[in-house]
């Protein structure tokens, strides 16, 4: 029976795809099927928000016309206006959608359920967009009946790499769905387009906007999105005629000129552009007279050129296409700036002939180029192409040559090649087993001979066990090579002139710090006590005090710092110039991504979706915290209860990364207490961390005893633990800032223009002063931090700061960290050099890391610590530190990070006093706290 509806119902799809391909452009030529029916699009592309049972009515049963376990995706929940279930497929890369098909789950005559409606979604540039048609709805017509397929057309295709079908019921309802996804491989490469908003009352009082523009509008402009121009569908003379809603025309009236900027993924070689335009002249609406197109690498500097090209005005009414020929231009952006002939000017399609151009060329090697387009009566007519050729796509997709989402193969006529890959795979699987066991023997021998350099030249005061040391990657102690890095500047003007000029900076910082007359500030009543702390005479380079410091009755060298700006005057005569060209961070050109509210409910396969993975050896699996070592934390733990939630109660903002342990994501928390003012919130934005499912009862019992200890935590600047998820899988739920973290707050103000707030020295001073707090409490409890960076603080609304440990599962961070011999991350760049050697951590070398945090603040988060060094090295550096001695020359000196512009001689003098070699002469937290407090007040 089934067979045979299937059967009728493949005959009315044909009919209709017949007589849609007649009648309307796209529709007639992108309808290929994406690959959920015939298998091209895998399982594991194929998930879903929940599902009732994983096996038999799991997402990977969702495909249309298929009967394979329970016969379709169902979700746990039952569906209604108050509960939201998804369906999400991924395609790997953009495609232009244009139908979709539903079907209800037949399961073999047994099944009842289907979706009488639903929503789509879909992604692209990093956030979710919802669908909807011309008039504005979202909601699409399902299914009838468990058996019968519906499709449905998308009046205003959309690209995307991934869609969501999310099922929809004003009424709880039980649903399963079966689907397809119709279009064809996306080739344009346009990533957004800029244009003014369209006319809402055009010829006939009809509505000339972009109806599916899925990106910004500021001020009568729409930024940020791809819209109808680029959705293949051309427009007909009758919509704007005799439709009052939406059409497939975008339309101004009564403009000078009209701007057109188009934004590509990558840098292109242009060979055409075509305009599709309305022209009926009686209508005042007519062909432009004038182009001019101008292209840029980076979107702002654009240049122009002489060429123009005449074109006579000879066209039919109803519409035509406008060829414009671009001479194999190349750039990234391409603008076109349109000066219309008549009232109204109405465009349904731009579309660019474009190959991939040269990517390593930058606006400085090429200039801009441009190229002009005008109009007049007197040339030669350009042919007008007849209606039925004017709605058809200028790039007609060919369905034997459309590359599959995922390309399949037939096993039956390929096992001789399937053999001859397990073949090859087995040969370089037994290769890789034996580098694997040579490259033991080279690390041991290597590991013999650093040992060998370090007992080399002994550094007094220090005795080092050499079981202790924890090095996996070798260290050459010749001197430093040049940086490997491509190196950009903005900031300053000269390149790195080598290992000469490196170890000449070094020596400038080290006679410029004994220089300084750091000992007249400590009679200073603001700094009498704080200040002996951080004299001249222990200093990061000597190894114990060697003379006795002056002491002046004066304060006439102290800086006032009660006005934000007035160290300024003073501060370019103390101010140590940096090393080399800073290498600006990559990891928060994203952040705007990171903290858009993606949709997405909490449910058992979004956060929980979990398998088991193997286990880092460290102190524990869950925080970077040695929280074990703390007998203050284990006595008081026990006596702080931790509330209890449901998972559905957290819906999915962004994912963060994952750990050794399980997921971690950016959620928001709704009904949850807050720690800070003790209520219950509406809404708060948290991070949530989770079990692998199927972990073992130990590594659950581990993590509970983790998590309360990590409760007994409660300090306004350290982030806490607000809840538990104790459903399976189990997960732990803790603060997270409204603003976000440290760098990405600091460069969104930038990027906003408000300096005032992210660069004013009060600000700055204010935020390291937060974080000294909160290292203060951690240390009174005895709590190593071991990853304090700028990564790890957050900021609340009412600037906040606290300090977490959460970056370490970010993987916008990964490039931040260092990937040692055990495959375990590491901050390389923020550890002490005993950390990195001998793998001590303690709450002294936290005070190491946090005056490099304190570099980064002031240096605005703009650029990694020794930005200039490879990670070797900064290895290579760490030895240095350990081989100093007062004898060394400059050139075995160790490296230390500059004074940033920002910073006051006498904070960096507490930050080289951070940095002191051996850990006993560096300043406690609690030392630093007063120091700073003492600081703002002054």
Not at 267 to 277: L, Y
Request: glycine share 6%; hydrophobic share 35%; charged share 20%.
């Amino acid at each position: 029976m089934e067979q045979v509806v299937l059967l009728i119902g493949a005959v009315l799809i044909a009919s209709a795809l017949c007589a849609e391909q007649q009648s309307n452009n796209v529709f007639g030529h992108c309808i290929l099927p994406l690959g959920m029916e015939e298998g091209k699009i895998p399982d594991h592309a194929i998930t879903a928000s929940s599902s009732y049972e994983m096996k038999s009515v799991g997402p990977q049963n969702a495909r249309i016309r298929q009967e394979k376990n329970g016969g379709a995706w169902c979700p746990k929940a039952q569906i209604s206006s108050d509960i939201r279930e998804y369906l999400e497929v991924d395609l790997t890369k953009d495609h232009l959608i244009t139908w979709t098909e539903t079907q209800g789950r037949f399961g073999n005559g047994e099944g009842q359920e289907y979706a009488e409606a639903f929503f789509l979604e879909y992604w692209r540039d990093l956030k979710w967009h919802p669908y909807k048609n011309l008039r504005g709805d979202r909601v699409l017509r399902g299914n009838s009946n468990t058996y019968l397929v519906e499709r449905q057309k998308l009046e205003l295709p959309f690209v995307a790499s991934r869609v969501r079908f999310v099922p929809y019921s004003q009424h709880p309802r039980t649903v399963c769905m079966r689907v397809e996804i119709y279009g064809c491989a996306w080739e344009q490469r346009i990533a957004s387009y800029t244009i003014p908003a369209g006319e809402i009352h055009g010829p006939n009082n009809s509505n000339l906007d972009d109806s599916s523009y899925d990106g910004s509008e500021v001020n009568g402009t729409l930024s940020n999105g791809l819209g109808q121009l680029t959705d293949n569908v051309l427009g007909d003379e009758q919509e704007f005629l005799s439709s009052s809603s939406g059409n497939n025309w975008v339309g101004w009236g009564n403009r000078e000129i009209v701007e057109l900027v188009f934004e590509f993924k990558e840098v292109r070689e242009f060979d055409n552009c075509s305009i599709h335009v309305a022209h009926v002249p009686r209508r005042e609406i007519e062909v432009f007279s004038l182009i001019q197109v101008w292209f840029s690498y980076d979107g702002k500097n654009y240049q122009t050129s002489t060429e123009k090209i005449d074109i006579s005005n000879d066209f039919k009414p109803n519409a035509a296409v406008v060829e414009i020929p671009l001479q194999l231009k190349t750039g990234r952006f391409v603008k076109l700036e349109i000066k219309p002939r008549s009232k109204w000017l109405l465009i349904s399609e731009v579309t660019f002939g474009s190959v991939p151009g040269l990517r390593n060329l930058t606006n400085d090697a090429m200039p801009e180029q441009s190229v002009v387009f005008e109009r007049n009566e007197t040339d030669v007519p350009e042919p007008t192409r007849p209606k039925s050729e004017l709605n058809e796509t200028v790039y007609e997709p060919n369905p034997n040559l459309t590359p599959d989402a995922f390309p399949i193969g037939n096993s039956q006529t390929y096992i001789g090649l399937v053999s001859g890959v397990l073949t090859v795979l087995a040969l370089l699987l037994t290769c890789t087993v034996f580098l694997m066991k040579q490259r033991g023997r080279n690390k041991v021998a290597l590991l013999q001979k650093h040992t060998a350099l370090l007992c080399g030249p002994t550094a007094p005061g220090i005795t080092i066990n050499m079981k202790d040391i924890k090095l996996s990657t070798p260290i050459v102690v010749n001197g430093l090579s040049q940086s490997r890095l491509s190196i950009k500047s903005k900031g300053f003007a000269s390149a790195l002139a080598g290992n000469a000029a490196a170890d000449d900076n070094m020596g400038t910082l080290r006679s410029s710090i004994r220089s300084d007359n750091g000992s007249e500030y400590e009679q200073c009543s603001a700094y009498e006590r704080t200040y002996k702390l951080f004299s001249e005479e222990n200093l990061a380079y000597e190894p114990a005090p060697t003379h006795k410091t002056e002491r002046f009755s004066t304060c006439s060298g102290v800086t006032d710092f009660t006005s934000e700006h007035s160290y300024q005057e003073d501060k370019s005569s103390e101010r140590i110039a940096p090393t080399a060209f800073p290498v600006k961070r990559h990891g928060h050109n994203n952040s705007k991504a990171n903290h858009k509210v993606h949709e997405g409910y909490y449910a058992a396969t979004d956060i929980l979706t979990i398998k088991r993975r193997e286990q880092q050896s460290s102190s524990s699996l869950f925080t970077p915290l040695q929280i074990q070592e703390s007998v203050q934390l284990s006595n008081t733990s026990s006596i702080y209860n931790i509330q209890q939630i449901s998972r559905h109660r957290l819906r999915i903002l962004d994912k963060f990364g994952e750990g050794s342990f399980g997921l971690v994501y950016l959620c928001e928390a709704k009904g949850i207490q807050s720690p800070d003012i003790g209520t219950i919130r509406n809404r708060q934005i948290v991070i949530v961390r989770s079990l692998w499912r199927g972990v073992t009862d130990s590594l659950k019992k581990d993590f509970m005893k983790d998590m309360h200890l990590l409760a007994a935590i409660r300090d306004l600047n350290v982030a806490r633990i607000i809840a538990l998820v104790e459903e399976e899988p189990m997960g732990a739920v803790f603060e997270y800032g409204e603003l976000g973290d440290l760098p990405t707050f600091m460069k969104s103000g930038s990027e906003n223009g408000n300096d005032d707030l992210t660069m004013s020295y009060g600000c700055l001073l204010n935020f390291v002063t937060q974080i000294a707090s909160g290292m203060k409490y951690l240390e009174n409890l005895k709590i190593p931090h071991c990853d304090l960076a700028a990564r790890n603080c957050f900021v609340n609304k009412n600037l906040i700061i606290k300090v977490s440990d959460h970056a370490l599962y970010c993987g916008k961070y990964d490039h931040e960290y260092y990937v040692n011999g055990y495959y375990a991350k590491i901050p390389l760049r923020w550890m002490a050099w005993e950390a990195v050697l001998m793998g001590k951590c303690s709450s002294q070398s936290d005070v190491w890391s946090y005056a490099v945090t304190v570099w980064e603040i002031f240096s605005s988060c703009s650029e990694l610590p020794y930005a200039e060094l490879t990670s070797e090295q900064v290895l290579e550096n760490c030895s240095r530190w350990y081989q100093s001695t007062p004898n060394n020359n400059q050139q075995q000196l160790p490296r230390v990070l500059p004074q940033p512009s920002l910073c006051p001689r006498e904070l960096y003098h507490m930050m080289s006093k951070c940095w002191s070699r051996r850990a006993e002469d560096r300043p406690n937290f609690e030392e630093i706290y007063l120091f700073l407090k003492r600081l703002t007040f002054d």
